[in-house]
């Protein structure tokens, strides 16, 4: 194509130039080529863009586009340009033929292709917010394809070692980047605060590590694992730059978990056909990007009711607040709540226009004598897994039946309808056995070894050891392995470690 344009520019400036009446100037040409003629001996690329042209003649673009046409025909004019080399802010190209790296494209591009290329579509929603705030906070774009690998973008994602969100935070993990886990709120769901919680997360393991691709593999597998890795293979890893660190350090051996050894190729994988999808065959319809404005309601408002203010449905509701477990805004703060944008204009007037049976969460009553959680709940038209969702203290006897006089919080079957199914978010289930929980602590100002290890019932000895410290110094925002001696990670008042 660019030698057809090369010609093409040359002749149409000669036959216009001619039809101006001007004699154009001659190019030194081979002692064997005739006056006025293109020897085609002559490399193409090597031609003055200017032969033949004097000073003197202006000819105007819409001339020189009409007699291209007329000449050679639409074609060269309706040419598309070169498409543009993709860059991304993440080294792909030094390892791009690793062939971990090769195996992830071929499954993404292959067996993988159809369920890939949604995941991709769902991004269009949510890339372009992440992209923003990884730039905003220096950090490279390209990390945006580490949601990809972990959730698909899925804001609901699951796994079975209760990893939730965009992001798969544990819920220790998202509380110590400052999200809000709990029965009401879970903010691992929401794409927007948790992308706020993971750059604040992978900028720690960042300033640990001193490399981005050993910041991914610590976020899957865990910084102690990592740190102890690179103190084993520390000979392994001498001199390397710290993305190569990587690749020696999983060569080295199978300390890491496969699939952490996995993490960084798969990462890289994902950003070599995202980029460009079009190369490897597939056909992706993205998703509009996820935009809304955002209301304030007061404490217990249900989406159902805010739903009707914006004159939205419930569904577009629950869709830009998936962070807002039980079809209400939690009871102990006014809240802000997305709407469609547009719908945020006008939206406080129209709520106050409501029923306050639209507005009302639940209403009060009192168990009656001898009545059973199931009669409580058919007197509110709910089930009775429904009914405990908010009323979590209800205790029945060993008959079956409740106290007397017991407040209860009947909900509405709007609220109801917009709450999700899910189990307590604020119950930290990776690794539990029957030795103990295997939590990770984010470390904040003031702490000590003494006091976390305190808090877990573990000891000092035990948090260096797992965590492949050399010394008790510890940073704000360090990520810690903890095993503690119990099921539940809730503070000790007494432990051993202490006596």
């Given at each position: 194509m660019l030698v057809k344009a090369r010609v093409a520019a040359v002749t149409l400036v000669v036959l216009v130039t001619a039809c101006h009446g001007s004699k154009p100037k001659q190019a030194p040409t081979p002692e064997t080529a005739s006056p006025g003629v293109l020897d085609t001996t002559t490399s193409l690329?090597?031609?003055?863009?200017?032969i033949g042209v004097p000073d003197s003649v202006h000819i105007p673009e819409p001339d020189v586009t009409h007699e291209a046409v007329k000449i050679f025909g639409d074609s060269l004019a309706t040419a598309p340009a070169a498409a543009a080399e993709p860059t991304w802010d993440i080294d792909v190209r030094s390892f791009e033929t690793h062939d971990r790296v090769v195996y992830f494209v071929g499954r993404f591009t292959g067996p993988s292709s159809d369920r890939f290329a949604q995941e991709l579509a769902r991004g269009g929603r949510y890339?372009?917010?992440?992209?923003?705030?990884?730039?905003?906070?220096?950090?490279?774009?390209?990390?945006?394809?580490?949601?990809?690998?972990?959730?698909?973008?899925?804001?609901?994602?699951?796994?079975?070692?209760?990893?939730?969100?965009?992001?798969?935070?544990?819920?220790s993990t998202a509380r110590g980047t400052g999200l809000r886990v709990d029965w009401w709120i879970d903010e691992r769901r929401d794409p927007v605060r948790s992308t706020d919680g993971a750059i604040k997360f992978l900028g720690w393991l960042k300033e640990q590590f001193g490399s981005y691709y050993l910041a991914a593999a610590a976020y899957n597998g865990g910084a102690g694992r990592v740190s102890r890795g690179l103190k084993r293979y520390a000979d392994e890893v001498e001199g390397e730059s710290g993305d190569s660190a990587f690749f020696s350090m999983?060569?080295?051996?199978?300390?890491?978990?496969?699939?952490?050894?996995?993490?960084?190729?798969?990462?890289?994988?994902?950003?070599?056909?995202?980029?460009?999808?079009?190369?490897?065959?597939?056909?992706?319809?993205?998703?509009?990007?996820?935009?809304?404005?955002?209301?304030?309601?007061?404490?217990s408002t249900p989406l159902a009711a805010v739903a009707k203010a914006a004159h939205a449905s419930l569904a577009d509701i629950q869709d830009l607040n998936p962070q807002v477990l039980r079809g209400m805004t939690p009871p102990d703060q006014r809240y802000l709540v997305r709407v469609p944008m547009g719908d945020g204009e006008g939206f406080d007037s129209a709520y106050a226009q409501l029923a306050p049976t639209?507005?009302?969460?639940?209403?009060?009553?009192?168990?009656?004598?001898?009545?059973?959680?199931?009669?409580?709940?058919?007197?509110?038209?709910?089930?009775?897994?429904?009914?405990?969702?908010?009323?979590?203290?209800?205790?029945?006897?060993?008959?079956?039946?409740?106290?007397?006089?017991?407040?209860?919080?009947?909900?509405?079957?709007?609220?109801?309808?917009?709450?999700l199914d899910i189990p307590d978010p604020s119950v930290e289930?990776?690794?539990?056995?029957?030795?103990?929980?295997?939590?990770?602590?984010?470390?904040?100002?003031?702490?000590?070894?003494?006091?976390?290890?305190?808090?877990?019932?573990?000891?000092?000895?035990?948090?260096?050891?797992?965590?492949?410290?050399?010394?008790?110094?510890?940073?704000?925002?360090?990520?810690?392995?903890?095993?503690?001696?119990?099921?539940?990670?809730?503070?000790?008042r007494k432990s051993k470690a202490a006596s």
């Open positions: 690329a090597n031609l003055p863009l200017d890339e372009p917010i992440i992209r923003r705030k990884l730039r905003a906070a220096g950090m490279p774009e390209d990390m945006t394809y580490l949601a990809l690998i972990e959730s698909g973008y899925n804001p609901h994602a699951y796994s079975s070692a209760a990893a939730v969100g965009l992001w798969q935070f544990m819920a999983a060569a080295a051996g199978n300390y890491l978990r496969a699939e952490t050894r996995d993490y960084v190729p798969k990462l890289i994988a994902a950003a070599l056909v995202a980029k460009e999808p079009g190369k490897y065959g597939l056909k992706v319809d993205y998703l509009p990007e996820l935009t809304y404005d955002s209301v304030e309601v007061g404490p639209d507005r009302a969460a639940f209403i009060k009553s009192s168990v009656k004598k001898g009545e059973t959680i199931t009669a409580v709940a058919q007197r509110a038209g709910v089930s009775v897994r429904s009914l405990t969702w908010y009323n979590r203290s209800l205790k029945p006897t060993k008959r079956g039946h409740l106290a007397q006089g017991q407040t209860v919080l009947l909900p509405s079957p709007a609220v109801v309808a917009g709450a289930k990776w690794g539990t056995s029957s030795r103990g929980t295997t939590v990770t602590h984010v470390v904040v100002k003031g702490e000590t070894l003494g006091r976390i290890a305190l808090r877990y019932g573990t000891t000092v000895p035990g948090l260096m050891r797992l965590n492949g410290m050399s010394g008790s110094r510890l940073i704000p925002g360090q990520v810690l392995i903890v095993k503690t001696r119990h099921r539940s990670s809730k503070p000790h």
